[in-house]
């Protein structure tokens, strides 16, 4: 049996190397990302005023489908080449490298995301005093995002057409990331302290992190059942 | 029963509202082999599933040694290479054979860095084929694993089986075409005649 | 009987369907007699508040269904929990059959919202700290819901719920305390919505019966929706056979 680390990084190495050989897939959910937010500024009108007024609603909105988006190839692959139900039988415990995936998933998503928020904010004129508020709150709450997200990708992944139920299932979850994500950078725009929401989502992503594994290894086994 | 590497008790199973076996024993000791045979859909693959572990409903006992699982579906991640597929199973469970070694077995030396899905179904079947190498286990349970090769293929599977059985380990296979393993048990899955 | 005596009774789903019969009719003359009771002391014969008039009456529906959507939900998060750890099969059936039930006391609660909201304050929806919560638990049932259908395979389908059922309770908390607060940064100091303001007993009393009554008419559905999938589900076995057949000597073949 391997030590706890080595199993991480074991997965993790394997998850990052299959997403840089697949990179195309790894962009659509970031490309998705910047196309929507162009179809908002379409949509609700260029004067700095109003789009500002809206970004970090606008912002947290299109992040959270973004990540829905990413989280329909999460274990998707592995379960039709016959390596999740590898992984179920010979990775224990299997908590560990079911963390490494969904770490590595962050990496492509919510780390990347927060990466290219100050591009987004730029499109949505945002104002630049909100700017670090908006990286912070990415950054603590899109770790819940992916985690629980997990839970709803493993739950599905043995269904055809998954996709609809997938948003289904997880968008009700994230709805109190959402709301101190955006609500902090809207107090912030305000000039309000918002310590309180980023210790908020930096709680919820920690109680992510100790539920959402078992439950994505319930959730795995049993869709595993199934074939 | 002490030493037995498989022993399965009074196992009865129904899938889909039609009843696949009813109070199954059927046990495996060192050396042993034993072939599941049955038309499609007669439950070889609920079997060898349910002792894997990973269809649980059942009524009856499942008790096995420490085992590795050969489904229909390979087990192997296209995006990456021969090397890197076996190194994780290695990392999963060590303590089998290296993985140059076992790509020698099983005749893809020099496919190492090939990635999986450049390459044909048998030579992915192979790759499949040399996991069971790379990680230690004294029962196999292998679900048609001749399929997609050739008959140089076909006679490395049986090579490893023997070897397999000569080291003190078990094999349970579902196959439709005959193995010909020797001195192995013939189990026939399905509806009493 | 002992409690372990009772667990176990409770897991069989025979059992369960002897005594359902009996225990349904109580509850269900206890539901109709309390609701009754209930709503007609409330509507007709409760003092009117002084603020709000009649309109406020709406409260003794609105109020007991809002109650039970939420209690419904985290009897599904225990039958998800009893399902998972004892395997359990009638836990199943309970989330299975509980989920219409709880939907529809939702949308109950969501409607008489408005309707409460129209007279009172104008518009028929109001994004208030209650309603919200509401909506969401909404899209909570939902996805039980829809994933009850999407899995073909009945143990699968009962096993996946119940995850989501865990996973859901767990988060309920946290989702009812966000929205409190994002209700507070966007409308300031706005009235509560669905709070009501320390009532007389005259007042509260019908709304309590309700309430009861509600929970027995939940008992009610439950357990005749239970029946019915429990000989579904049990149709292979013989006393099932016999209860359709109606006849231990049974007649030549099925």
Redesign the interface.
């Known amino acids: 049996m391997s030590s706890p680390a080595a199993l991480f990084a074991a997965q993790f190495r394997r998850e990052l190397t299959a997403a840089l050989r697949s990179l195309q897939e790894a962009l659509n959910p970031l490309v998705f990302l910047f196309l929507a937010i162009t179809l908002f500024a379409l949509g609700v009108g260029v004067e700095p005023q109003t789009l500002g007024r809206y970004a970090p609603g606008i912002i947290w909105v299109l992040v959270l489908l973004s990540n829905l988006l990413a989280l329909e190839g999460l274990f998707r692959r592995d379960f039709d080449d016959g390596t999740l139900e590898q992984l179920v039988l010979l990775g224990q415990p299997l908590f560990l490298p079911v963390l490494a995936k969904v770490a590595a998933q962050w990496c492509l998503t919510g780390l990347a995301m927060t990466l290219l928020a100050p591009l987004a904010a730029l499109l949505l004129y945002l104002p630049a005093e909100a700017l670090g508020v908006t990286l912070l709150t990415l950054l603590t709450g899109s770790p819940a995002l992916s985690l ?1 997200g997990a ?1 709803g990708a493993a ?2 992944v ?2 055809r057409r ?1 996709g609809v ?1 997938l948003a ?2 997880i ?3 994230y ?2 990331t959402l ?2 994500g955006a ?1 902090a950078i ?2 912030a725009m305000a000039g309000v302290d918002v310590s309180a929401q980023i210790y ?1 989502l930096t709680a ?1 992503s920690m ?1 992510s992190v100790t ?2 594994p078992f ?1 994505v290894q ?2 795995l086994r ?2 595993l ?2 074939s | 029963m002490p030493g037995a590497l498989l022993t399965v008790a009074g196992l009865s199973c129904a899938r ?1 509202g039609r009843v696949l076996f009813d109070a199954l024993d059927l046990s495996l000791r060192a050396g042993g082999g034993l072939e599941l045979r049955g038309p499609n859909g007669s439950g070889k693959s609920t079997l060898l599933r349910a002792v894997a572990g990973l269809y649980p ?1 059942y009524t009856g006992t499942i008790e096995t040694a420490e085992s590795l699982y050969l489904g229909h579906r390979p087990g192997i991640g296209a995006l990456l290479t021969a090397e890197e597929n076996l190194v994780w199973y290695a990392a999963l469970r060590p303590g089998g054979e290296a993985v140059s070694e076992a790509l020698a077995r099983v005749g893809m030396t020099g496919y190492e860095r090939v990635v999986c899905q450049h390459m044909s179904a048998g030579q992915q079947r192979r790759v499949a084929l040399a996991r069971l190498l790379v990680c230690p286990a004294r029962l196999w349970l292998l679900d048609e694993p001749l399929t997609a090769l050739d008959a140089a293929g076909q006679d490395l599977v049986r090579g490893l089986i023997e070897t397999q059985r000569q080291a003190g380990g078990a094999v349970l296979c579902a196959t439709h075409q005959p193995l010909a393993l020797a001195d192995a048990g013939v189990l026939t899955l399905g509806p009493a005649a | 009987m002992t409690v372990k005596e009772l667990w176990h009774k409770l897991g069989s789903p025979r059992w369960f369907y002897g005594i359902s019969r009996p225990l349904g009719l109580v509850l269900g003359v206890l539901a109709f007699g309390l609701l009754l009771t209930g709503t007609v002391w409330g509507l007709l014969f409760a003092p009117a508040d002084y603020q709000q008039g009649n309109s406020f009456r709406i409260i003794y529906v609105h109020v007991p269904t809002a109650i039970v959507a939420q209690s419904v939900y985290m009897l599904m998060g225990a039958a998800g929990v009893v399902l ?1 750890v004892w395997r359990m099969k009638m836990a199943d059936i309970v989330l299975k059959t509980a989920v219409p039930f709880g939907m529809t006391m939702t949308a109950l609660a969501l409607f008489t919202g408005a309707v409460w909201g129209k007279p009172t304050w104008g518009a028929w929806w109001v994004w208030d700290a209650r309603t919200t919560s509401m909506l ?1 638990l909404l ?2 049932y ?2 039980l819901y ?2 009850r259908q ?4 009945q ?2 389908a009962g ?2 719920c119940a ?2 059922a ?3 309770v ?2 309920i908390p ?2 009812k ?3 409190d ?2 209700l507070t ?1 966007h409308q300031g100091a706005t009235f509560k919505l669905t709070e009501a303001p320390a009532m007389p007993a005259e007042m509260w009393l019908p709304l309590l019966v309700n309430v009861l009554g509600i929970y027995c008419l939940f008992g009610v559905t439950l357990i005749g929706r239970m029946r019915a999938e429990i000989v579904e589900r049990e149709q292979g076995t013989q006393w099932v056979r016999e209860l359709v057949t109606g006849s231990v000597a049974g007649g030549s073949g099925s």
Do not use: C, K, M
Not at chain 3, 150 to 153: C, K
């Open positions: 629980f839970v739950l599905t043995g269904l998954g139920l289904l299932l968008l009700p979850l709805v109190p709301i101190f609500g809207t107090l908020l919820i109680l539920v959402a439950a319930a959730a049993i869709s059942e199934q | 889909d409903d | 998972l969401v899209f909570l939902f996805g829809a994933l999407a899995i073909p395979r143990e699968t096993r996946a995850v989501l865990v996973v859901g767990i988060n946290i989702i305390y966000s929205v607060w994002w940064l």
